[in-house]
Each structure stands twice: as C-alpha cells, then as structure tokens.
C-alpha cells in the first residue's frame, strides 16, 4: 500500500500556474498507477488526470487537456500535476491516488492523500 500526501495547493489568478505534488510514503509508486481527482465545496468529486505505472499511459479529463500536465518521477517516489493557464472553475481540493490494477479514469483508486486546496480567483 502506499500513502499520498499532496503539497502545491494555494491562491493564484486566472491564468496562472501552479505545480502540484504527490510524495507517497510506504512504498514505493513504481507499483502503482497515479491519479489526480478534485471536489468543489457541494460538488461530487471529479477525475483530472491519471498516469499509468511506466508512464506509458496518460489521461485527462476534457477541461484540461492542453492546459494541465501530469508526469511521475519514480525515483523520487513523487507524482506531479503542472497546471497551466488555470480558471477559476479549476477551484477545488486536490487529491492524489493510488491504483493497484491498471490505470483507471474512474474513482475506482486503492489510496487516497488527504488533498491540497487550489483556488483560482478572476
């Protein structure tokens, strides 16, 4: 099993960017597929991005294609969300997960990290 722990969140303005990062402790990442998910206050949470065990595999949900980033560095046990030209509809809280089996678009993660607060103002 592995434990995320999120880091990056903060206040930024429409337009601006931010990177995200997942550092995962217990074990390592290298055995698990990575995804990133974020929940608005009174809104069902969503799926972002995802990233397969190799990297070989990467998913994004249509918003932010062309303008979000997800990549891995498993040497450093650490999963990253760059997230450009961000909207203010990109507010929510950030959570990293892990995934046993293969790389999944769905809510269906193993282990979840308690999640980084992004907000995004106009």
């Known amino acids: 099993q592995v434990q995320p722990v999120e880091s990056g969140g903060g206040l930024v303005q429409a337009g601006g960017s931010l990177r995200l990062s997942c550092a995962a402790s217990g074990r390592t990442i290298s055995s698990y597929a990575m995804g990133w998910f974020r929940q608005a206050p009174g809104k069902e949470r969503e799926f972002v991005a995802a990233?397969?065990?190799?990297?070989?595999?990467?998913y994004y949900r249509d918003s932010v294609k062309g303008r979000f980033t997800i990549s891995r560095d498993n040497a450093k046990n650490t999963v990253y969300l760059q997230m450009n030209s961000l909207k203010p509809e990109d507010t929510a809280v950030y959570y990293c997960?892990?995934?046993?089996?293969?790389?999944?678009?769905?809510?269906?993660?193993?282990?979840w990290g308690q999640g980084t607060q992004v907000t995004v103002s106009s």
């Open positions: 997960a892990g995934r046993i089996g293969d790389v999944r678009t769905s809510e269906s993660y193993d282990f």
């Open positions: 990233i397969s065990r190799r990297g070989l595999s990467i």
